[in-house]
């Protein structure tokens, strides 16, 4: 069979190019949204009667057909038929003859691809939502369960002030929070219906989008019909997010690579979640942090990558614009794999409360504390930084902590010191001394808590919602 565009020319394609230009091998991804869109398109081709009743229920029942044998595996797509788009509708006039043709009334593969991205996506911002809440509630019952253990907290990779554990896993939370509010945000501009729009004019046809729009869940249509087939912002958006967020899980991937290595101890990663090394029989390694940190470099340049295909071109559709698929499908594996995989790694993950302890009692860390106090009795802060920092030269020249020093060593620093002191070092007393809204004060941190588990249940009802809406 010829091309079902092939009127105009007089050639047979050269086969390097079909083999090129084609795009079957992966948006055959969108298979099941192309038929869900033409699915909605012929139902108003009907309702507008510009197809008779009867043509419009033979071609539902093709494409339903078509959809049930694509899900079995039972239809070759073929580069020859080029895109989805094409071989699903050859493969429809197969089924059901020359009526199939004329499916297709209308509209153009121009604002189809556009609403299949969109009917994609949007299945993947709720699914993506539900992946971060799911990591977050993880975390969140880590910091429940170390909520008395206290850690060195850093600066430039320096101990800086001793911390709760709890506090330093609910900062991730707070970073999933924001990927979840932006996801949410972008999912009404995704949520918006190019169908309709043709190849970049509209269409002679007396079609109605906004109906096509409540039958596919839309809550409203592009505007402009150029815009409406040239429009990629939405999978920027999304390429954009999804950079953040792998950035989000680089960083604490980089953490748990640091914490399980034997020179910090401070976690051990479950088995089911590392791999060990073919020569040396003592190794397990935290590969799926390392490998998670290492695939956030694709999903960048899959962001980068559409924004250069983007940056020049003209109204309206480019085959350029062809380039828009792989990336983002890719993006979503990538993504999928590692919140897939994060959050049972850190709900198994075993924290190890005496060595942090450990870690802050062979440190510097309560520094600042002194400093503090100091100042309460009167001492300027610019002075008692450097009392402070005279102490602890002196410490490290004689090879103590500052919980070692007599009384009568710190006086030798400021006549300001007495006993209290002692109390104030203490690693609990440093930790809930910080008692203002954020700080690592257990009660913050419980506080804190307590609101991540309300907004994990609005997360949760969000996403049951738009599921919902979606079907």
């Not at 609403?115 to 993880?138: C, I, N, P, S, W």
């Not at 690693?427 to 609101?451: H, L, M, S, W």
């Amino acid at each position: 069979m010829s091309k079902l565009w092939g009127g105009r020319f007089t050639k047979k394609t050269d086969q390097l190019v079909e083999e090129y230009t084609a795009s079957i091998e992966f948006d055959k991804e969108l298979a099941e949204e192309d038929i869900q869109g033409s699915l909605a398109h012929v139902t108003m081709l009907g309702k507008q009667g510009i197809l008779l009743a009867a043509d419009v229920e033979t071609i539902q029942d093709g494409l339903h057909r078509v959809l049930q044998r694509i899900k079995r595996g039972d239809v070759e797509f073929t580069i020859g038929d080029e895109d989805i788009h094409m071989n699903i509708e050859k493969t429809l006039i197969d089924d059901i003859g020359p009526v199939g043709g004329k499916l297709h009334t209308g509209r153009s593969r121009n604002d189809q691809v556009a609403t299949d991205m969109h009917l994609y996506l949007r299945k993947r911002v709720v699914e993506f939502v539900g992946l971060l809440q799911k990591l977050q509630a993880a975390l969140v019952e880590q910091a429940k369960a170390n909520l008395d253990t206290i850690v060195p907290g850093y600066t430039h990779l320096q101990r800086a002030q001793p911390i709760l554990f709890a506090h330093h896993l609910m900062a991730y939370v707070s970073m999933f929070e924001r990927d979840i509010e932006r996801l949410q945000d972008s999912y009404k501009r995704i949520n918006t219906l190019p169908l309709g729009a043709g190849a970049l004019a509209g269409t002679t046809f007396p079609i109605d989008r906004h109906f096509v729009a409540s039958q596919l869940h839309f809550d409203r249509v592009y505007e402009n019909s150029l815009d409406a087939v040239s429009d990629r912002d939405f999978i920027l958006e999304f390429l954009s997010h999804g950079s953040i967020i792998m950035m989000h899980l680089s960083r604490l991937s980089e953490e748990l690579i640091l914490w399980s290595s034997t020179e910090f101890r401070f976690v051990e990663l479950d088995d089911a979640f590392c791999t060990g090394s073919s020569i040396m029989p003592q190794k397990k390694n935290p590969d799926v942090p390392e490998l998670v940190r290492g695939k956030t470099g694709r999903v960048y340049g899959n962001l980068i990558g559409l924004l250069t295909v983007l940056k020049s071109l003209p109204l309206a559709y480019n085959k350029d614009m062809q380039e828009d698929k792989e990336g983002m499908f890719d993006t979503v594996k990538t993504m999928q794999g590692a919140l897939q995989l994060f959050a049972p790694m850190i709900a198994t993950m075993k924290v190890s409360k005496e060595r942090m302890r450990e870690a802050v009692n062979n440190d510097f860390s309560n520094a600042t504390d002194i400093a503090d106090f100091l100042v309460g009795k009167g001492l300027p802060f610019r002075q008692a930084h450097e009392v402070i920092g005279k102490t602890v030269l002196y410490c490290i020249e004689q090879n103590k902590y500052l919980l070692d020093l007599t009384l009568e060593e710190f006086k030798q620093f400021s006549p300001l010191f007495d006993e209290r002191i002692y109390e104030v070092l203490q690693p609990e007393q440093v930790v809930n001394a910080r008692n203002v809204y954020g700080g690592t004060a257990t009660v913050q941190v419980t506080d804190a808590i307590g609101r991540a588990e309300e907004a994990l249940q609005q997360t949760a009802a969000w996403v049951d919602e738009y599921v919902e809406r979606s079907k």
